[in-house]
Antibody, heavy 119, light 108 residues
Protein backbone atom coordinates (compact mmCIF):
# COMPACT_ATOMS: atom_id res chain seq x y z
CA UNK A 1 0.00 0.00 0.00
CA UNK A 2 1.08 3.57 -0.63
CA UNK A 3 2.85 5.16 2.32
CA UNK A 4 4.23 8.65 2.69
CA UNK A 5 6.09 9.50 5.90
CA UNK A 6 7.32 13.02 6.61
CA UNK A 7 10.18 13.90 8.93
CA UNK A 8 12.45 16.81 9.81
CA UNK A 9 9.99 19.19 11.41
CA UNK A 10 10.47 21.08 14.64
CA UNK A 11 10.87 24.51 16.19
CA UNK A 12 13.10 27.01 14.42
CA UNK A 13 13.81 30.72 14.80
CA UNK A 14 12.75 33.25 12.17
CA UNK A 15 15.32 33.62 9.42
CA UNK A 16 16.74 30.13 9.93
CA UNK A 17 16.47 27.05 7.71
CA UNK A 18 14.90 23.61 7.93
CA UNK A 19 14.80 20.61 5.60
CA UNK A 20 11.80 18.32 5.45
CA UNK A 21 11.89 14.79 4.04
CA UNK A 22 9.14 12.48 2.83
CA UNK A 23 9.90 8.76 2.51
CA UNK A 24 7.71 7.03 -0.05
CA UNK A 25 6.89 3.34 -0.37
CA UNK A 26 4.34 1.03 -1.95
CA UNK A 27 4.50 2.53 -5.44
CA UNK A 28 6.99 3.40 -8.19
CA UNK A 29 8.14 6.75 -6.79
CA UNK A 30 10.01 7.77 -9.94
CA UNK A 31 6.79 7.66 -11.98
CA UNK A 32 4.83 10.29 -10.03
CA UNK A 33 4.92 14.01 -9.47
CA UNK A 34 5.03 14.96 -5.81
CA UNK A 35 3.77 17.93 -3.83
CA UNK A 36 4.10 19.72 -0.51
CA UNK A 37 0.91 21.15 0.97
CA UNK A 38 0.73 23.02 4.27
CA UNK A 39 -1.91 24.01 6.79
CA UNK A 40 -1.40 26.77 9.33
CA UNK A 41 -2.98 26.15 12.76
CA UNK A 42 -6.75 26.49 12.47
CA UNK A 43 -6.55 27.46 8.80
CA UNK A 44 -7.19 25.88 5.42
CA UNK A 45 -4.99 23.94 3.05
CA UNK A 46 -2.36 25.78 1.02
CA UNK A 47 -0.48 24.20 -1.89
CA UNK A 48 3.26 24.89 -1.56
CA UNK A 49 5.24 23.20 -4.33
CA UNK A 50 5.27 20.55 -7.06
CA UNK A 51 8.12 18.57 -8.59
CA UNK A 52 7.70 16.48 -11.70
CA UNK A 53 8.34 12.73 -11.62
CA UNK A 54 11.83 13.19 -13.10
CA UNK A 55 12.70 16.34 -11.16
CA UNK A 56 13.04 18.41 -14.31
CA UNK A 57 10.32 20.92 -13.51
CA UNK A 58 9.39 22.58 -10.23
CA UNK A 59 6.61 25.00 -9.34
CA UNK A 60 6.06 27.09 -6.21
CA UNK A 61 3.34 29.09 -4.56
CA UNK A 62 4.08 32.82 -4.59
CA UNK A 63 4.25 32.80 -0.77
CA UNK A 64 7.36 30.59 -0.76
CA UNK A 65 9.00 31.25 -4.12
CA UNK A 66 12.65 32.16 -3.74
CA UNK A 67 12.82 30.81 -0.16
CA UNK A 68 11.77 27.15 -0.49
CA UNK A 69 13.25 24.50 -2.79
CA UNK A 70 11.58 21.19 -3.61
CA UNK A 71 13.76 18.28 -4.71
CA UNK A 72 13.74 14.50 -4.88
CA UNK A 73 16.03 11.50 -4.87
CA UNK A 74 14.41 8.79 -6.96
CA UNK A 75 17.13 6.30 -6.03
CA UNK A 76 16.06 6.64 -2.37
CA UNK A 77 12.32 7.18 -2.92
CA UNK A 78 12.51 10.42 -1.00
CA UNK A 79 11.06 13.90 -1.46
CA UNK A 80 12.56 16.99 0.16
CA UNK A 81 11.62 20.55 0.99
CA UNK A 82 14.44 22.93 1.83
CA UNK A 83 13.00 25.91 3.66
CA UNK A 84 15.21 28.98 4.02
CA UNK A 85 14.58 32.44 5.50
CA UNK A 86 11.69 31.05 7.52
CA UNK A 87 9.00 33.41 8.71
CA UNK A 88 6.52 33.15 11.55
CA UNK A 89 3.76 32.75 8.95
CA UNK A 90 5.44 29.55 7.69
CA UNK A 91 4.32 27.85 10.90
CA UNK A 92 2.15 24.97 9.74
CA UNK A 93 1.62 21.26 9.36
CA UNK A 94 3.42 20.23 6.19
CA UNK A 95 2.07 17.32 4.17
CA UNK A 96 3.68 15.54 1.26
CA UNK A 97 1.19 14.29 -1.29
CA UNK A 98 1.34 12.21 -4.45
CA UNK A 99 0.15 13.70 -7.71
CA UNK A 100 -2.58 11.75 -9.46
CA UNK A 101 -1.59 9.82 -12.58
CA UNK A 102 -3.00 12.53 -14.85
CA UNK A 103 -1.60 15.28 -12.68
CA UNK A 104 -4.66 17.11 -11.42
CA UNK A 105 -5.31 16.11 -7.81
CA UNK A 106 -3.64 14.57 -4.76
CA UNK A 107 -4.45 10.90 -4.46
CA UNK A 108 -2.37 10.01 -1.37
CA UNK A 109 -1.20 12.10 1.58
CA UNK A 110 1.29 11.65 4.37
CA UNK A 111 0.28 12.23 7.99
CA UNK A 112 2.10 15.54 8.11
CA UNK A 113 4.95 17.08 10.08
CA UNK A 114 4.73 20.21 12.19
CA UNK A 115 7.02 23.18 11.60
CA UNK A 116 6.94 25.97 14.17
CA UNK A 117 8.77 29.22 13.48
CA UNK A 118 9.16 31.15 16.69
CA UNK A 119 11.70 33.29 18.46
CA UNK B 1 -4.93 34.20 -9.50
CA UNK B 2 -7.85 31.81 -9.53
CA UNK B 3 -10.05 32.01 -6.41
CA UNK B 4 -12.33 29.27 -5.07
CA UNK B 5 -15.08 30.32 -2.65
CA UNK B 6 -16.70 27.95 -0.15
CA UNK B 7 -19.20 28.68 2.64
CA UNK B 8 -17.44 28.54 6.03
CA UNK B 9 -20.00 26.18 7.49
CA UNK B 10 -22.89 23.89 6.64
CA UNK B 11 -25.14 22.16 9.16
CA UNK B 12 -27.41 19.19 8.55
CA UNK B 13 -29.38 16.68 10.60
CA UNK B 14 -28.47 12.98 10.46
CA UNK B 15 -30.10 11.20 7.54
CA UNK B 16 -30.54 14.41 5.55
CA UNK B 17 -28.59 15.62 2.52
CA UNK B 18 -25.68 18.04 2.79
CA UNK B 19 -24.62 20.19 -0.13
CA UNK B 20 -21.30 22.03 -0.04
CA UNK B 21 -20.63 24.51 -2.81
CA UNK B 22 -17.41 25.74 -4.39
CA UNK B 23 -17.61 28.85 -6.54
CA UNK B 24 -15.12 30.01 -9.13
CA UNK B 25 -14.96 31.88 -12.41
CA UNK B 26 -16.22 29.46 -15.08
CA UNK B 27 -15.37 26.57 -12.76
CA UNK B 28 -17.49 24.32 -14.96
CA UNK B 29 -14.62 24.29 -17.46
CA UNK B 30 -12.26 22.82 -14.86
CA UNK B 31 -12.08 19.48 -13.06
CA UNK B 32 -12.93 19.86 -9.39
CA UNK B 33 -11.74 17.58 -6.61
CA UNK B 34 -12.93 17.28 -3.02
CA UNK B 35 -11.15 16.30 0.19
CA UNK B 36 -12.45 15.43 3.62
CA UNK B 37 -10.33 16.29 6.65
CA UNK B 38 -11.22 15.18 10.16
CA UNK B 39 -9.58 16.82 13.20
CA UNK B 40 -5.96 15.79 13.63
CA UNK B 41 -5.90 13.80 10.40
CA UNK B 42 -4.55 14.27 6.90
CA UNK B 43 -6.99 15.10 4.11
CA UNK B 44 -8.62 12.24 2.22
CA UNK B 45 -9.78 12.43 -1.40
CA UNK B 46 -13.54 11.78 -1.59
CA UNK B 47 -14.41 12.96 -5.12
CA UNK B 48 -12.18 13.60 -8.13
CA UNK B 49 -12.80 14.88 -11.65
CA UNK B 50 -16.07 16.52 -10.58
CA UNK B 51 -18.00 13.34 -9.81
CA UNK B 52 -15.81 10.22 -9.58
CA UNK B 53 -15.22 8.42 -6.30
CA UNK B 54 -11.99 6.72 -5.25
CA UNK B 55 -12.32 3.12 -4.17
CA UNK B 56 -13.54 2.83 -0.60
CA UNK B 57 -15.53 6.06 -0.62
CA UNK B 58 -19.27 5.43 -0.02
CA UNK B 59 -21.76 6.08 -2.81
CA UNK B 60 -23.37 8.64 -0.50
CA UNK B 61 -20.64 11.06 -1.66
CA UNK B 62 -21.24 12.58 -5.08
CA UNK B 63 -20.23 15.66 -7.00
CA UNK B 64 -21.36 17.92 -9.80
CA UNK B 65 -19.89 20.91 -11.61
CA UNK B 66 -21.45 23.41 -13.97
CA UNK B 67 -21.17 27.08 -14.76
CA UNK B 68 -19.75 28.95 -11.79
CA UNK B 69 -20.45 26.39 -9.06
CA UNK B 70 -19.27 22.91 -8.16
CA UNK B 71 -21.15 20.97 -5.49
CA UNK B 72 -20.27 18.11 -3.18
CA UNK B 73 -23.39 16.25 -2.10
CA UNK B 74 -23.45 13.91 0.87
CA UNK B 75 -26.65 11.85 1.09
CA UNK B 76 -27.98 10.21 4.24
CA UNK B 77 -25.49 12.11 6.37
CA UNK B 78 -23.96 10.28 9.31
CA UNK B 79 -22.25 11.58 12.43
CA UNK B 80 -18.96 10.29 11.04
CA UNK B 81 -19.21 12.67 8.08
CA UNK B 82 -18.59 15.63 10.36
CA UNK B 83 -15.37 17.16 9.03
CA UNK B 84 -13.85 19.99 7.02
CA UNK B 85 -14.29 19.70 3.26
CA UNK B 86 -12.06 21.39 0.67
CA UNK B 87 -12.51 21.80 -3.07
CA UNK B 88 -9.45 21.96 -5.31
CA UNK B 89 -8.65 22.66 -8.95
CA UNK B 90 -5.59 22.55 -11.16
CA UNK B 91 -4.59 25.83 -12.76
CA UNK B 92 -3.18 24.44 -15.98
CA UNK B 93 -1.65 27.75 -17.05
CA UNK B 94 0.74 27.75 -14.08
CA UNK B 95 0.64 24.09 -13.01
CA UNK B 96 -0.34 25.38 -9.59
CA UNK B 97 -3.00 23.76 -7.45
CA UNK B 98 -5.68 25.86 -5.76
CA UNK B 99 -7.80 25.07 -2.72
CA UNK B 100 -11.03 26.60 -1.56
CA UNK B 101 -11.09 28.00 1.95
CA UNK B 102 -12.84 24.93 3.35
CA UNK B 103 -16.30 24.22 4.75
CA UNK B 104 -16.96 22.82 8.19
CA UNK B 105 -19.79 20.29 8.06
CA UNK B 106 -21.64 19.96 11.34
CA UNK B 107 -24.04 17.07 11.90
CA UNK B 108 -26.71 18.29 14.29
Amino acid sequence: QVQLVESGGGVVQPGRSLRLSCAASGFTFSSYGMHWVRQAPGKGLEWVALIWYDGKKKYYADSVKGRFTISRDNSKNTLFLQMNSLRIEDTAMYYCARDSPRGSYFDYWGQGILVTVSS
Amino acid sequence: SYVLTQPPSVSVAPGQTARITCGGNNIGSKSVHWYQQKPGQAPVLVVYDDSDRPSGIPERFSGSNSGYTATLTISRVEAGDEADYYCQVWDSSSDHRKFGGGTKLTVL
